[in-house]
């Protein structure tokens, strides 16, 4: 079975500090992918970022970064420098294409990022 | 361009009563999902077509949930006799072929069954 394990619920910082958001999978399968959406108080799931299992090479994206490790089943999306606009739940997902899939996503349980002023 | 819509956004149905969601995607986006988010907790996966076909219910809760999309584009997700554990936001995203391609989301309808 797969399974997507956030385990910190929520987390408070001032804004300009750096932030490291926890995700680790579980999987039997050779072939998945991950994902990091945003949630907004408005609610709409934003599409962050997609990283296939063949490919552990980290990726930058202005203050977002994402280490994925696939000898600790982890996939970390570090904020630098927070700001106020990045208050939002992270969901860290899991997708795979066999064993019946069509690759629905399977997500972990959030974490709420709070960034003060 | 247009993303995915969703009505209506917020719905109160009492007890027992039917309901019926409706979902837009993008327009040419093969792969539609429905997904149920309970309060504080993260989206589970309802259902899943391609095209006009329903090729995975398995999320689908009981017998009272159905979904279609008769037309390849446009979908319905209906609950019918509602409970109230069927309180939820329900969210639709689509995919341009879907097998993990990044998903886009609907703002969602959350469904108040009193």
């Known amino acids: 079975a797969q399974k997507v394990t956030q385990a910190q619920t929520e987390i408070s910082v001032v804004e300009k500090e750096d932030v490291t958001l926890d995700c680790v999978y579980e999987?039997?399968?050779?072939?998945?992918?991950l994902f990091w959406y945003k949630q907004p108080p408005s609610g709409e799931l934003v599409f962050l970022i997609r990283?296939?299992?063949?490919?552990?090479q980290n990726e930058i994206s202005g203050r977002y970064s994402w280490n994925f490790q696939k000898s600790t089943s982890s996939f970390n999306f570090t904020i630098t420098a927070s700001q106020v606009v990045d208050s939002a739940v992270y969901f860290c997902a899991l997708s795979v294409l066999y064993g019946g899939s069509q690759g629905n996503l399977i997500f972990g349980k959030g974490t709420k990022l709070s960034v003060k002023p | 361009g247009a993303g995915v819509s969703q009505s209506p956004r917020y719905k109160v149905a009492k007890r027992g009563q039917d309901v019926a969601l409706r979902c837009d995607p993008i327009?040419?986006?093969?792969?539609l999902f429905w997904y149920q988010q309970a309060l504080g907790q993260g989206p589970e996966f309802l259902t899943y077509f391609q095209n006009e076909a329903q090729l995975d219910k398995s999320g689908l809760p009981s017998d009272r949930f159905f979904a279609e999309r008769p037309e390849g584009s446009v979908s319905t997700l209906k609950i019918q006799r509602t409970q109230q554990e069927d309180s939820a936001v329900y969210l639709c995203a689509s995919s341009l072929f879907g097998q993990s391609d990044e998903q886009y989301f609907g703002p969602g309808t959350r469904l108040t069954v009193t």
């Open positions: 990283r296939n299992s063949f490919d552990e």
């Open positions: 327009s040419g986006h093969v792969s």
């Open positions: 999987t039997r399968d050779t072939t998945y992918y």
